[in-house]
């Protein structure tokens, strides 16, 4: 057996049944990702357009795509045919952008709103005022559902930072919830949260990550 497919089934086993795997093979040849898939992984995550579109081009049509990156409002068209959910709408600029794709291609995409939650100001994201503010607003944005949150936590060794970075995702979520009536504009099961990385899935998933998105330890490092 491969050293990623071991990884993947060890994740399998350790990873609850109702927490998503993301394998996030950015920076990684398509054989990589086909000896995942051959250990049953399906859902792989892209965080560069070009990559996403040349890699859904030559490999299987049942893998579910995720991009997980920066996206630029210009790479939409090589990004939306394949991906199943864009987790990482960080500004209003793409979400309308994605819209009026969805408008003129008559289709809905699920995406999630990606939440500025490190203390690291270069991570991209909404804060949690804007994020209530595009939520109330969701109606207007007929051809995406606005399916939940997801966040990077600060890139540190202390648990105490990552938990109460995380904590922000899942206290704004259970917020929305609550006041369901003010956001009509969301579908019905919003909710979904998106947390938790090699270094921090554990604490992810213990806090009630529904999906974790898991790249070195099953691929190896990146070489960038
Ligand atoms: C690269 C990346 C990951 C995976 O990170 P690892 O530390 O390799 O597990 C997860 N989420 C996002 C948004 C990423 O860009």
Redesign the pocket.
């Known amino acids: 057996m491969t050293d990623i497919a071991h990884a993947i089934i060890e994740l399998e086993k350790e990873l609850p049944s109702n927490v998503k795997l ?1 394998a ?1 093979s ?1 920076f990684h040849p398509a054989e990589a990702v086909m000896e995942a898939y051959r250990a049953g992984q399906r859902v792989f ?1 892209e ?1 560069r357009p070009q990559e996403l579109a040349a890699k859904a081009a030559c490999l299987p049509d049942d893998i579910i795509w995720h991009f ?2 920066h996206l630029q409002t210009n790479k939409l068209k090589l990004v939306l045919p394949v991906a199943s959910m864009v ?2 709408v960080d500004s209003l600029h793409l979400l309308s952008a994605i819209e009026k794709w969805g408008n003129e291609n008559g289709r809905t995409v699920d995406v999630l709103l990606e939440m500025h939650i490190a203390s690291e100001s270069t991570k991209q994201g909404f804060s949690g005022d804007e994020i209530l503010s595009v939520a109330e607003n969701a109606a207007a944005f007929g051809h995406v559902r606005i399916r939940g949150l ?1 966040g ?1 936590a600060t890139y540190t060794d202390d648990e105490f930072i990552i938990r109460k970075d995380f904590a922000k995702l899942v206290a704004l979520r259970d917020e929305i919830r609550e006041n369901k009536d003010s956001y009509p504009g969301l579908p019905e099961d919003f909710g979904i949260l998106s947390f938790g ?3 921090d ?1 554990r604490i992810a998933v213990e806090m009630g990550a529904d999906i974790v ?7 190896g490092e ?1 070489t960038y």
């Open positions: 993301v996030v950015k995550g965080s997980i990156g987790e990482s997801m990077m990385m090699t270094h899935f998105r898991i790249g070195t330890l099953i691929f990146r």
